[in-house]
């Protein structure tokens, strides 16, 4: 079953780091989301990209976080500086269609941020 | 914006009983309303999913039934088993690829 890829699983950082997480979406799929999910809440999307172009980065805290998918394939979320209120599981997922979440819409296994 | 509640926030189960999660929107024009299944340090997984024109669906042992004129939907799950443990989302949609996912509800399931 093919997967969505993410790096690094666990992340420990000291707070005004920086720090960048990796996905690989599963192949052909245009469309990539980055989601945060804090501790005891759902996940929440911080930023949507279809093919190399972002379409949605409303929710992004643009002052200190980044992200990008230079080739349309894989793609990097940077927070820079990190601070304590960051820690949370950053998860990605990508699906094959754009504008459908009923369709093979796939998450990774996240990265597990802890900043100290 | 879609609002989502879900209750109870907590369920604990004896094994071989039944669980039941409900889910509350706002939006009425939602139209797919998956359940995700997220185990300890896992990945969220899609369980099972409904649609506007149906009202029950079953899987084995869980089913998702929806009244749309409340515009609530709940997960049911029968003869509960440990591995059933977890936390539960909903995630109603409009038919755009954004998911706004529930509160969560955490389901235990003792031996």
């Known amino acids: 079953e093919?997967?969505?890829?993410?790096?690094?699983?666990?992340?420990?950082?000291?707070?005004?780091q920086a720090v960048a997480f990796w996905c690989d979406p599963i192949s052909g799929h245009a469309t990539l989301y980055?989601?945060?999910?804090?501790?005891?809440?759902?996940?929440?999307?911080?930023?949507?990209?279809?093919?190399?172009?972002?379409?949605?980065?409303?929710?992004?805290?643009?002052?200190?976080?980044?992200a990008e998918r230079l080739k349309g394939v894989d793609s990097t979320l940077k927070i820079q500086p990190a601070e304590l209120g960051d820690s949370a599981m950053y998860l990605c997922a990508s699906s094959p269609e754009f504008g459908r979440a009923d369709y093979g819409y796939t998450f990774g296994s996240g990265t597990r941020l802890t900043v100290v | 914006g879609e609002n989502v509640e879900q209750h109870p926030s907590t369920l604990s189960v004896q094994e071989g009983d039944s669980a039941v999660i409900k889910c509350t929107y706002s939006d009425s024009a939602s139209n797919y309303f998956p359940w995700y299944k997220q185990e300890l340090g896992k990945r969220p997984q899609l369980?099972?999913?409904?649609r506007s024109n149906v009202g029950e669906k079953k899987d084995q042992r869980i089913a998702v039934t929806l009244n749309k004129t409340a515009k609530h939907f709940s997960l049911h799950i029968t003869e509960t088993q440990p591995e059933d443990s977890a936390v539960y989302f909903c995630a109603p949609n409009k038919g755009t690829d954004k998911l706004i996912f529930g509160t969560g509800t955490r389901l235990q399931v003792f031996p």
């Open chain 1, 34 to 66: 980055w989601y945060r999910q804090i501790l005891g809440q759902g996940p929440e999307l911080l930023v949507q990209f279809q093919d190399e172009s972002v379409v949605d980065d409303s929710q992004l805290p643009k002052d200190r976080f980044s």
């Open chain 1, 2 to 16: 093919a997967e969505v890829a993410q790096s690094p699983r666990y992340k420990i950082t000291e707070k005004s």
């Open chain 2, 47 to 50: 369980i099972i999913d409904i």
